[in-house]
């Protein structure tokens, strides 16, 4: 394999809060869902020693390939296994004696640099690419199917739920005129049409399309429902004093993973002027996380997606009353 710069490929963010807040045992079973470059993983594996295990999962084979090379370099006593999955998937692919034994896993969430500077995956409104933003190319729906065949109704609420496009109105608007035309089949299109549909001045506040790229991204990887899933199960695969951390870049998300939390802290579904618990549920663990962790101003300036970047973490296992 050629040689690659793994940081040019995707610089991890928050990658040391991570490994700090994973607070790491060398003989653990650690699982990370989102490998991409390998730049959390390749940390976690260096932590990890005789009798350690690390899971590296990510639906998107070019960086499962990429990641594994990488991890392959590393001087471990532990043992490693990459996997092709998406959460969705999760934890299907994981052995049964493993549930209950995770020790900490992390979810890095949204695109890599990599996805969104290759061209050819159709991720970027700064080239002309297909429109494609599938993470998995094996996947059936493109970007171009999406734009295709959605409602008009249905185009402005993925706007504006998922990009928060203020403009989401005209921009479907535009983009059903086109199409009417004639298909939309790559990037600079798309670009095209989002540039000219919004006024003047939001041209000047940034490039106007990175909004109706991301909730087109979004859609297309079904990134909520992936989502979703993910926090569905993660209770049932933790070992007590299990870690999960979680990296979102979208308030979406970011809402998301601090509900998923609040309800393992206190699952109790009482009324609320019941005098005690009569359901019943108890509390899975703790937020260690009051805030999230966000990225300091040195890794901002050297890497931008830092600047959105939300890390929570939670440790599973019984709380001390109090
Ligand atoms: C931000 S990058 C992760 C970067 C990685 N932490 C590193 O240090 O290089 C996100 C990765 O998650 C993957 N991904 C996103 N959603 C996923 C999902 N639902 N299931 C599996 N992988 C997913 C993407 O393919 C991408 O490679």
Redesign the pocket.
Known sequence: MRSVD?NQ??L??L?NEVIEHLSIRPDGLYI??????????AKILQKLGSGGRLLA????PE?LAV?SERLKCIETKAAFDVVE????EFPSWLDQEDYGRVDGL?A?????S??LDAVERGFSYLNDGPLDMR??PSQKESAADLIANLRESDLIALLRLYGEEQYAYSIAKSIVAKRDKAPITTTGELADIVAHAVPSHARREGNPARKTFQAVRMAV???QE??SH?LQALPDVMAPKGRVAI?SFHSLEDRMVKQAMKRWESPCNCPRDFPVCVCGKKPLGKCITSKPIIAGEAECEGNR?ARSAKLRVFEFGEVEEV
Do not use: C
């Not at 990370?32 to 993983?41: A, I, M, P, Q, R």
């Not at 999955?85 to 969705?88: E, P, Q, V």
């Open positions: 793994y490929w995707h991890p963010v990658l990370d869902l989102t490998v991409g470059g390998g730049g959390h993983s999962a990510d639906r998107d960086a990641s999955a998406k959460f969705s992390l890095d969430l949204g695109v890599s990599y996805q993470m998995n990887n079904h990134e992936e989502l993910l990296i997606r």
